[in-house]
């Protein structure tokens, strides 16, 4: 009978250690939750930061390239100009390889070839005769630097036909 009650004794000071611990246990489970919760939010707010970080970057390289680009347009606008008044193949393969480089950049010549009239990137300068609304001569590029307008194209449209 001495061992039944020494197991029974044992039994019951187990039960009695793990009605104890039990409490401890359920505040560290608790514990790890929230320290779980934790790294996941400080991991989120990392990668937050790196994305905004990236982005910041980004806007201000943009920018600078806009400030540069603005800064350089009287130079391009001289040098189109004699493009557009000279037979020397040389100044039109540099007009042709400065363009490349800006659009290699995200900065692109507004498009003024046989286009059609277009307020959101184009100013007129003269009504001139020719087709209703075809640009008949571009005067002076405009730009866009990734998307965005930088200057207008300043062209000649046509007015269209005279009753």
Do not use: C, W
């Amino acid at each position: 009978m001495d061992d039944k009650k020494i197991k029974k004794d044992k039994e019951e000071v187990i039960a009695d250690k793990v009605q104890e611990a039990e409490p401890e246990k359920d505040e560290k489970d608790a514990k790890i939750i929230e320290l779980s919760d934790q790294l996941t939010r400080a991991v989120a707010d990392y990668r937050n930061l790196e994305r905004r970080s990236f982005e910041e970057r980004s806007e201000a390289i943009r920018f600078a390239n806009k400030q540069l680009i603005e800064a350089l347009l009287p130079a391009f606008d001289t040098l189109f100009l004699a493009g557009k008044y000279t037979t020397d193949e040389s100044v039109k393969l540099t007009i042709g390889r400065i363009v490349d480089v800006l659009k290699e950049n995200g900065i692109e010549k507004v498009d003024t070839h046989n286009a059609q009239y277009n307020a959101d990137t184009m100013e007129v300068v003269e009504v001139v005769d020719g087709p209703k609304e075809k640009i008949i001569e571009e005067v002076r590029p405009g730009f866009t630097v990734n998307g965005k307008l930088i200057r207008p194209a300043q062209v000649k449209v046509g007015q269209g036909e005279r009753n």
